[in-house]
């Protein structure tokens, strides 16, 4: 687990966070979380953390391009799925526990 946190692929001990703690953002840690890694490693979509879904692509380099191009490829694939839907106010964006994500999307 540890190594995962300090690659970036997988989020901290959220119930250790107090904030996090004390918004109840960490109840029932670590049950109901886990994340995906593609075997290229730019991929990784995050469950249960801050946000109930957190969609990332990453790359060395300067190609926005094709990270965008990637990311974008994942919101289509998860935003297919039968059953999922994303709660989105016009003014804001997407509904976010974590303040500072507003309006991103």
């Known amino acids: ?9 997988m989020f901290k001990d959220m119930d250790a966070d107090p904030y ?5 953002i960490s109840s029932d840690w ?8 593609s075997e290229d490693k730019m991929r990784i979509i995050w469950f249960g953390e801050e946000d109930q879904l957190r969609i990332m692509c990453m790359k060395k380099g300067s190609n926005l391009l094709e ?6 490829e994942m919101l289509s694939t998860v935003e297919s799925i039968e059953g999922i839907e994303f709660a989105k106010d016009e003014q804001y964006g997407y ?3 974590c303040p500072s994500n ?3 999307g």
């Open 1 to 9: 687990y540890k190594s995962l946190v300090d690659a970036h692929v």
């Open 20 to 24: 996090l703690k004390s918004a109840g």
């Open 30 to 37: 670590p049950y109901g979380r886990g994340c995906w890694q």
């Open 67 to 72: 990270v965008f191009s990637n990311l974008n």
């Open 95 to 97: 509904v976010t526990s």
């Open 102 to 104: 507003l309006g991103t």
